[in-house]
Nanobody, 126 residues
Framework: QVQLVESGGGLVQAGGSLRLSCAAS????????MGWFRQAPGKEREFVAR????????YYADSLKGRFTISRDNAKNTVYLEMNSLKPEDTGVYYC???????????????????WGQGTQVTVSS
């Protein structure tokens, strides 16, 4: 069992930046693929990015390429999401997710991630 806790969300103006963190506890996530998803009000939870166990095999939603960067520090058991040039449509709750013990996962389907955090709110004002 792993516990995932997101932090770093908040209110930011359009064009600004935020860095989200996802701290894992209870077990190591070093052998797991980690992902970020987001959910806007009234919409389905959607894929944002994922990263393989060794900082390789990163993959992003097409609409976010070039603005968002996912990374991880296995020594700290933490995953990050750097978000730049934020837009109002980036507003939502951002969730960290783990596909435990899957060092490589070629999927953007939330059903393939078995552990989730509680989320952190990101609000981008225009």
């Amino acid at each position: 069992q792993v516990q995932l806790v997101e932090s770093g969300g908040g209110l930011v103006q359009a064009g600004g930046s935020l860095r989200l963190s996802c701290a894992a506890s209870g077990r190591t996530i070093s052998s797991s693929t980690m992902g970020w998803f987001r959910q806007a009000p009234g919409k389905e939870r959607e894929f944002v990015a994922r990263i393989g166990w060794n900082n390789a095999n990163t993959y992003y939603a097409d609409s976010l390429k070039g603005r968002f960067t996912i990374s991880r520090d296995n020594a700290k058991n933490t995953v990050y999401l750097e978000m730049n040039s934020l837009k109002p449509e980036d507003t939502g709750v951002y969730y960290c997710a783990a596909a435990l013990d899957r060092i490589r996962l070629d999927s953007a389907d939330k059903a393939d991630f078995d552990s989730w955090g509680q989320g952190t709110q990101v609000t981008v004002s225009s």
